[in-house]
DNA sequence: CTGAAAGCGCTTACAG
DNA sequence: CTGAAAGCGCTTACAG
């Protein structure tokens, strides 16, 4: 029975100490021996692993952190300022991307939600400045959020997934959301010929609202007077889209095609089409915005443009590694590509 | 300029005894007054609150952890042997309530997915045994996984969620499968007359698998011979609901009501009956289990059986707060109600 | 080349 | 009552 501390709950902890004490060697030793350091003879080394072995023992996470100054860990910060609340499956592909990212590292994934008051500069950073994680990855904050620009300025190791024009300090991983919203537009445009346009937007205070309206408009621009295009504001909530849609019929104004900002919001209209007997894409041909899962399990399937999430958030993972690391840690920015996926709702042929 | 140590990335980091140091006094001192404890004036006080305030000064998680052979963190374990991988939505909800009720106590969520290979049991324990977490909660594990009983015999603080008949001595949150599953079926039984049931089964080295198997022929046994019923095992995913129906209206058989394990198969299943001509609820009745997010977005809506995915998780973190405490570490089992939710897939009228 | 000390940041038991 | 040491577990720079 080693002689050992126990932790707060009674259980009974393997240290270095017990490992040497069992060899009889100093716990100086025992750690170059497992860490492949130092010279320490082959056959008391292999006396050290197997006693590690026979004991259970893993290295004490705060007593490593605390020595190499570093946690092994990176932190996902989720603020509750935004309309991605934790819960939505943005937030599942995000994770799945880190997670692979940390997991090729061995390093550990920390959930941080913010759930202080907005604005609160501190929630961002506490979770860093405890260097509980050596970094972080931000998604979906508001642009309007204060707390993000101090702690990108703050040094702290950060990677954003997203895109932040206002933050060019910033290193961040993100999508060419005009583009791709144009792209979606020029999809009811050009290969269904709808002429009578309607953007629902996303929260403007947002920069992919910001973004994907201006798209929107582009494409309406460059159709050079072909088309019409008008906008509704939403907020990238499914009740939003059903709102926007319920207005604009009870207006009586004529549309033959809607792009929404993201899908949430064109399942909202798109129960609301079908609810005001409108046939989809038959009388309307609509787009959405993201692919997280949704879009493709409705009737009719939501065409959209899919958002890498999950490829963003290993990107964003491993540039964060990176600047952790202090290697390329000049601000940058990596855009992925989007693709538009080809559903029933825009009026293509089912696949 | 506080004199202060550098973390590996250079960000200077601010300690105790540059809160201490700035107002002239020990950092002992300055412990104890943040820490509210000890014979520090109130003068004295206020002004390393102050201090520690310019400064920035958040604790070190690492030193805090070493010192208190506590980590303030809980983890989540998700083994990828699991059809609910990461990334399914049923980990959104878990995480979601996880998250608010280690927020509660200002404690950390730790996401830890083993990539390991199966059956690996230090896979399980390293997270704990490194004590970068005091505590875990598993979910969705393997019937056959050995890892698991092991977990829970070497008396860490675990909380499970599901059901786990067999291993007595663990603390678990989970629902009556069998009793939701019976329900499930007795309501295209007994409110839609249906008569020629099939059960779509999950995994059967899953223990909700095993039990809403045993739900189902529960129900056609209680019927006294009114009703007939099949069986075909599935895996929980899409395609596995999608198979069983084209296999079973393959052989001709005659089937009106379909009771899925999950959602996810009866989301095949309906994709695979409307394909085949098949009018659901018109000519087959199908109902699903868990809630997830998908029953509610499909065309018709399934009706099925919710599991508190969310609530779960939240009382199965507040469970493992108090065996992590000490309080309460008998081994128990919590269940909570499932509730059957009516949407058009069985026949119901639309609400 | 090897053994043992120093010190990461924290909190509290202990000496004065 | 107050000041300063001890020690949590680890790794590596340093003394011998």
Chains 1, 2 share one sequence.
Do not use: W
């Not at 692993?49 to 952190?65: C, D, F, K, T």
């Not at 954003?160 to 993100?174: K, Q």
């Not at 590509?337 to 009026?347: E, K, Q, T, W, Y």
């Amino acid at each position: 029975m080693p002689r050992n501390t126990r932790t707060s709950s009674g259980r009974p902890s393997v240290t270095l100490k017990d490992v040497a004490e069992r060899v009889g060697v100093t716990s100086s030793a025992a750690s170059m021996a497992l860490g492949g350091h130092g010279r320490i003879s082959e056959k008391t080394r292999q006396a050290i692993r197997e006693a590690a072995a026979e004991l259970g023992y893993v290295p004490s996470s705060a007593g490593r952190a605390l020595r190499n100054q570093r946690s092994g860990a990176v932190a996902l910060i989720v603020p509750d300022t935004s309309q991605h609340v934790l819960g939505h499956s943005y937030f599942m592909h995000v994770l799945t991307g880190i997670s692979a990212a940390a997991n090729a590292r061995d390093v550990q994934v920390i959930l941080s939600t913010t759930t202080e008051e907005a604005g609160d500069v501190a929630a961002y950073q506490r979770v860093v400045r405890s260097r509980s994680a050596d970094g972080a990855i931000v998604t979906s904050a508001a642009v309007t959020d204060p707390g993000l620009e101090a702690l990108v300025a703050s040094g702290l190791p950060v990677v954003l997934i997203g895109n932040f024009p206002y933050l060019p300090d910033a290193v961040s991983v993100g999508i060419d959301d005009v583009a791709a919203s144009r792209r979606a537009t020029e999809h009811l445009l050009d290969v269904h010929g709808r002429t009578e346009l309607v953007h629902v937007t996303g929260p403007l205070d947002h920069q992919t609202g910001i973004d994907r309206r201006i798209g929107f408009l582009d494409a309406i621009e460059a159709s050079g007077g072909r088309a019409h295009g008008r906008l509704l504001e939403g907020d990238f909530s499914e009740a939003a889209g059903r709102q926007a849609v319920e207005s604009l019929l009870g207006r009586g104004t004529g549309v033959d095609g809607i792009v929404f900002a993201n899908d949430d919001m064109a399942f909202g209209g798109l129960q609301a089409l079908k609810a005001a007997g409108r046939s989809v894409p038959g009388d309307v041909s609509i787009v959405g915005f993201d692919d997280f899962g949704l879009s493709r399990v409705t009737t009719p399937g939501i065409t959209t443009m899919r958002a890498p999430a999950e490829d963003m958030a290993r990107r964003a993972t491993e540039r964060l590694f990176r600047v952790i690391d202090g290697s390329g840690g000049s601000p940058d920015r990596l855009t992925l590509p989007v693709d538009l996926v080809v559903r029933d709702s825009c009026g293509c042929p089912a696949a």
